[in-house]
């Protein structure tokens, strides 16, 4: 693969552009003093570990090569359900996505499609890290634009800086494909180098047809809290609040981060709990607030117009 940088000529800006791509930038809104250091995303290489799908007629999984899909594997009638992780993460045998990968083959008809970035992901330079979500981003957008599906039936879903992995995704495939992924699911998007700034580079509703997010450990990260506070989708949920999650101390950031995948491999199960729109300051039992209901995780559904949903699960799955 062809690499090439251009340095401007002022504090050490720059761009980098791969050929298969396109070009990044470490140019504001992607750096911002005093919060988000310059970084610019590695190369696919250096990016990716591996692109896995099954479905009911593949169910050992099946190394994709995201540049040159094989149409052929894929079932062209089915969904496509593409997941990743966040940082400091990796694919293995008790992670929540092979949990995912089991359950969409018992319960559902889709193509499952796992994206392990690793080799990215698992960097002690979070910043570096947050950069090359860009990288894995457009990977996942290029590999989709090759597929004869329809992008309405793709849904993305992403944990921690996989949420706005995903993000990138739906940018790309709008910008360069002139396609809108169907929907985005982000669990508790990453709030660190991305909660104080612009939804160019953050997830956001623009992204997909439907954007639904759950926030289990939303906060200011100055405090430590490792997820976004504000709604960014079309339907954003909170249980228990939002911040703190049931069996995990308070002060146990990295717990109750983690607990949001989790909740939607449980809902996967046909376990989706249902919420409302009344937040904690509701004390009106006839509240018009209680009629406005959804269910968190795989079942959710667009809103009208766009609704912040809470209620509350128990310590571990079944949650509701």
């Keep these: 693969m062809k690499i090439f940088a251009i340095f401007a000529a002022a504090a050490s800006?720059?761009?980098?552009?791969?050929?298969d791509l396109g070009c990044f930038t470490d140019d504001p809104p992607f750096s911002k003093f005093g919060y988000r250091p310059r970084r610019?995303?590695?190369?696919?290489?250096?990016?990716?570990n591996g692109i896995w799908l099954t479905n009911k007629h593949h169910q050992t999984p099946i190394p994709i090569n995201w540049n040159n899909v094989e149409s052929r594997f894929f079932d062209l009638t089915k969904?496509?359900?593409?997941?990743?992780?966040?940082?400091n993460d990796e694919w293995h045998s008790d992670h929540w996505l092979t949990e995912a990968q089991k359950l969409f083959l018992s319960y559902e008809d889709v193509n499952f499609v796992g994206v392990e970035w690793a080799k990215a992901g698992q960097n002690i330079d979070y910043f570096q890290s947050a950069a090359d979500t860009q990288t894995v981003g457009r990977i996942i957008a290029k590999m989709l634009s090759q597929l004869?599906?329809?992008?309405?039936s793709?849904?993305?879903?992403g944990h921690s800086l996989g949420a706005h992995?995903?993000?990138y995704a739906g940018k790309y495939l709008q910008s360069e494909f002139s396609q809108t992924l169907g929907r985005i699911t982000g669990m508790d998007p990453a709030g660190p180098a991305f909660q104080k700034t612009s939804k160019a580079v953050r997830l956001d509703a623009s992204d997909a047809s439907f954007v639904d997010v759950i926030h289990t450990n939303g906060g200011d990260e100055d405090d430590g809290f490792l997820g976004m506070s504000f709604s960014i989708g079309h339907a954003d949920f909170y249980p228990n609040g939002g911040v703190s999650q049931p069996g995990c101390w308070d002060i146990n950031f990295i717990c109750s981060h983690g607990e949001a995948p989790w909740m939607f491999v449980d809902s996967i199960r046909g376990n989706g709990c249902e919420f409302n729109t009344c937040d904690d300051h509701s004390t009106d039992r006839l509240d018009s607030c209680r009629l406005n209901k959804n269910s968190m995780g795989w079942k959710a559904t667009k809103p009208t117009i766009k609704h912040d949903y809470f209620g509350t699960t128990g310590k571990e799955a079944p949650y509701c």
């Design 165 to 167: 992995v995903c993000s």
């Design 40 to 48: 610019l995303p590695k190369s696919p290489e250096n990016a990716l």
């Design 148 to 152: 004869p599906i329809p992008s309405s």
């Design 154 to 157: 793709f849904h993305c879903v």
């Design 13 to 19: 800006a720059a761009d980098i552009c791969y050929d």
């Design 79 to 87: 969904p496509v359900v593409v997941m990743t992780h966040g940082w």
